[in-house]
């Protein structure tokens, strides 16, 4: 019924930028939170960024002043600008949306396949 698709991952020298997209796409009724996760090898899955609604934003603390979460929500599209790259950022990115469909009627949270991002010389 929903679908998120990321994009944007790659390798990257340190100090280096990339930038994340993911669309969601599906029978989509309402978008509420949108953000961004990583997950490390060996380490747990953490939050990086998310982002509401009414464009509120929330970071990692070390993202901060590096990361920059934006979002179309009219698009149902969220981007991840990633400025400053350290080699501790290599990890899958994985986009997670709280989505109600026309079906459920009820948000639930959904998550993309994940991108790898690489940052490495």
């Known amino acids: 019924q929903v679908r998120l698709v990321e994009s944007g991952g790659g390798l990257v020298q340190p100090g280096g930028s990339l930038?994340?997209?993911?669309?969601a796409s599906g029978t989509i009724l309402s978008t509420d939170a949108m953000g961004w996760h990583r997950q490390a090898p060996g380490k747990p899955r953490e939050l990086v960024a998310t982002i509401i609604s009414g464009g509120n934003t929330n970071y990692a603390d070390s993202v901060k002043g590096r990361f920059t979460i934006s979002r179309d929500s009219a698009k149902n599209t969220v981007w991840?600008?990633?400025?400053?790259l350290k080699p501790e950022d290599t990890a899958v990115y994985y986009c997670?949306?709280?989505?109600?469909?026309?079906?459920?009627?009820?948000?639930?949270?959904?998550?993309g396949q994940g991108t790898q991002v690489?940052?490495?010389s």
């Open 19 to 23: 930038r994340l997209s993911c669309a």
């Open 96 to 111: 997670k949306a709280r989505i109600a469909t026309f079906q459920t009627l009820k948000p639930a949270d959904y998550w």
């Open 118 to 120: 690489t940052v490495s």
């Open 80 to 84: 991840l600008q990633m400025n400053s």
